[in-house]
């Protein structure tokens, strides 16, 4: 799982105010994501993984192994 603070920190140290003018979003809201107090909406998370061009599955945790049986 790669964190929002991880993809700021590789992105020239981008600051969560930053991020959130490139979101369209409430700085605020970049906080409680990182702090995990509020889900992202699937929008977000969409606008995030492109952004940082990542997939949605590593900025939510999850991978082939999760499916093993």
């Known amino acids: 799982m790669i964190t929002i603070a991880e ?3 590789r992105n020239n140290k981008m600051s969560q105010q930053e991020l959130a003018k490139e979101l369209g ?3 605020g809201t ?3 994501w990182e702090r995990d107090i509020t889900t992202i909406s699937g929008t977000s998370l ?3 993984a ?3 061009d990542v997939s949605a599955d590593s ?3 999850i991978n082939d192994k999760n499916f093993s049986a």
């Open 7 to 9: 993809l700021r920190a």
């Open 25 to 27: 979003v409430n700085v």
């Open 30 to 32: 970049i906080a409680r």
């Open 46 to 48: 969409k606008k995030l």
């Open 50 to 52: 492109i952004y940082f």
């Open 59 to 61: 900025l939510l945790g």
